[in-house]
């Protein structure tokens, strides 16, 4: 007899939009009178691991909306990679539920996460549904056309630049911003739709796709600022050398190190800092001024994509739909259709997990430092609707009269 129970996880960075594909997998589940409990479990994996888990079928459908309208992670997320003993304790504490469908949201690690649990259950012939949705504001899922996630962070950042810009025309200098994406370039070259004007910045777009050489950094820099008395930089945190070393490791004394040993880039200002003293110590521009986004662009309140809420809800509803009418595990997938459309599928999880995106060579342009139209295309259905404006003063110059 069928235990009608199903868990749904949330892992990795939270976004803006993760809890639409929670509620999404809890109302959907609920539709279904083969379903008797939605359980969630709290941090992600780990939760699973500690038994850690709320019944969600005991939640209001107001509260679950408004839920779904906030941005990070509601159940609580978690940084642990698990390897083939960690999934093997997570599916004894689903068997001993007798958890029928699992539902883990998030990226490149999750799904990878999934994969491991439905082939053990599949090793100890317990019939387990495992069904990976997807999210991350990298935007580096591979089969996927784009993630849930990444439209809002591409929002937040095309709008900040904007933002930038408009200062930096003000006060004209240097500006040097560091974006997430440590592989994968997307997120950054998404400040390239803050342009609205010619001369608008940013004027350089650096991406982990390609190569990058402080001095021809600065040399490009240098040739910006000398035609326009200004310049406005985008700087993925991912950027590295010929070698392959990240930046930040060549021109950090100290680094510091995640729980995976990888080289610690986001939620620390060190790399804009250290390529602005590039800049200060090189060219002699006395007005050089760095950011970093870090944390800001993951769930920044108040800036969604109203195409990313929508596509997030349905990815959850379809995962549910996949789990109880189909036979087979999988990874949900976006896929674009027409102007503007997306269908959805669920691909083999072998496909998807571990597996990481990035640019196409075609979504760069060949200076290696903007993006091109493709990109632009690509990028602005997803931005949503309601994008603020900015308007500039027409030159309406007037005489002189001291000749000064």
């Known amino acids: 007899m069928s235990s ?3 868990l749904v ?28 409990r939605v359980y969630g479990a709290h941090h992600g994996v780990r939760g699973i691991v500690n038994e850690d888990f709320v019944d969600l079928t005991q939640e209001t459908r107001h509260n679950l909306e408004g839920v779904a309208a906030t941005p990070a992670a509601a159940l609580g997320s978690t940084r642990d990679k698990p390897d083939l003993a960690y999934c093997q304790e997570m599916f004894k504490v689903l068997k001993a539920h007798e958890i029928e469908h699992f539902f883990n949201i998030g990226g490149n690690d999750s799904s990878d996460t999934v994969r491991i649990v439905a082939e053990e259950a599949a090793k100890a012939g317990y019939p387990l549904r495992c069904i990976h949705i997807p999210k991350t504001i990298d935007n580096d ?37 560091v974006v997430m994406g440590r592989h994968a370039g997307f997120l950054t070259a998404a400040s390239a739709l803050g342009r ?44 590295h050398d010929a070698s392959g070393q990240p930046i930040l490791a060549q021109l950090a004394k100290v680094l510091e190190r995640d729980a995976h040993g990888n080289v610690q880039l986001s939620g620390s200002g060190a790399l804009a800092d250290l ?61 674009r259709t027409g102007q ?10 072998q496909a998807v997990a571990g597996k990481t995106r990035t640019m196409e060579d075609e979504l760069i342009a ?13 990028l602005r259905p997803l931005l949503g609707s309601g994008l603020p404006d900015a308007f500039r003063l027409r030159p309406n110059p007037v005489a002189k009269v001291l000749g000064r």
């Not at 892992?11 to 609920?30: C, H, M, Y």
């Not at 001095?215 to 600022?225: P, R, S, T």
């Not at 503007?340 to 999880?349: H, M, Q, T």
């Open 340 to 349: 503007y459309a997306v269908n959805y599928e669920l691909l083999p999880l």
């Open 141 to 177: 899922l591979v089969l996927n056309d784009h993630t849930p996630g990444f439209p809002s962070a591409a929002r937040f950042v095309a709008q900040a630049f904007a933002g930038a810009n408009l200062d930096n025309a003000a006060l004209p200098g240097v500006y040097v911003a």
């Open 9 to 36: 996880a949330q892992g990795g960075g939270p976004t803006a939009v993760i809890n639409q594909s929670l509620v999404g997998v809890v109302l959907e589940a609920r539709r279904h009178l083969g379903i008797r």
């Open 4 to 6: 009608g129970k199903i």
């Open 366 to 378: 060949a200076s290696g430092t903007d993006v091109t139209d493709a990109f632009r295309e690509y």
């Open 196 to 239: 609205k004007y010619p001369d608008d910045g940013p004027h350089l777009i650096y991406l982990p796709e390609r190569t990058f050489v402080v001095d021809k950094f600065v040399a490009d820099v240098k040739a910006v600022y000398e035609r326009l008395g200004r310049c406005v930089v985008a700087v993925s945190e991912g950027i």
């Open 275 to 335: 390529l602005c003293e590039e800049i200060k110590d090189k060219l002699k521009i006395k007005r050089v001024r760095g950011d970093t986004f870090g944390y800001l662009q993951r769930s920044f309140l108040g800036c969604v994509s109203d195409v990313d809420q929508r596509e997030a809800r349905e990815v959850g509803e379809k995962a549910v739909q996949y789990a109880l009418w189909g036979s087979a595990s999988g990874s949900v997938a976006i896929k």
